[in-house]
């Protein structure tokens, strides 16, 4: 775990020792997580928001083309969001038993993960596609409760296209911009943290809601 917890504080160094030994393979590296992180729901802990920042701020060195690097990734989020989709489209009688209306036990895929995406689709339609973009492990799960409810596609590909452009034009370009500042450099762990906080803000709001909610309705 600890090994886990310094790749991804350390992140920039990291990809920056990566491009340097393996140059343009770093490419195919950063389509694979991004793609694996939104295109698979047992992959929900790779780095997505934290790693595109990264990317951007590596481009802005020289090391990495930032218009080669954001189109590919770009592409890589939106066909990991669609695998997703049809993924869930597919598996539908597999993981949900529409005469009780829940998830079933799914040995690679934890059930309350499930359950929140699906009530973050269920309060916000097929704009959760896009929201979702901005939410770790809602993000992965999202597009596959979207193929279980059996979203229409074409609404489903717009909403998609909308929150990968969002989402990887404002991690990609903040980090380009913003990512080799000294002080964003030099506390670059401190960055991912704040990342990672802001993104979870969401479902904790969500969830204190929630509690209130049940609460007073007793």
Do not use: C
Request: glycine letters at 8%; zero cysteines; aromatic letters at 18%.
């Amino acid at each position: 775990m600890q090994v886990i917890i310094d790749i991804f504080l350390h992140l920039d160094q990291n990809l920056a020792l990566f491009t340097n030994a393996y140059g343009p393979l770093v490419y195919g590296l950063l389509f694979a997580i991004i793609f694996m992180e939104t295109g698979f729901v047992v992959t929900p802990f790779l780095p997505g928001d934290s790693l595109l920042f990264a990317a951007g701020a590596i481009a802005a060195t020289g090391s990495l083309n930032v218009v080669f690097l954001y189109v590919l990734l770009l592409i890589a989020a939106i066909a990991g969001d669609t695998v997703n989709y049809w993924i869930g489209h597919f598996t539908r009688d597999k993981i949900f038993d529409p005469e009780t209306g829940t998830f079933r036990d799914f040995r690679l895929i934890k059930r309350a993960h499930l359950v929140k995406a699906h009530n973050f689709y269920e309060k916000y339609g097929g704009q959760a596609i896009t929201l979702a973009r901005f939410v770790p492990i809602v993000r992965t799960f999202a597009p596959f409760v979207a193929g279980i409810a059996k979203m229409d596609y074409k609404q489903f590909i717009v909403f998609n296209i909308l929150g990968a452009f969002l989402w990887v034009s404002g991690f990609v370009f903040s980090g380009y911009f913003f990512g080799n500042l000294p002080f964003v450099k030099e506390n670059f762990h401190y960055v991912v943290v704040a990342i990672i906080v802001l993104s979870i803000v969401p479902i904790i709001y969500e969830f204190l809601k929630s509690k209130k909610e049940v609460s007073s309705s007793h």
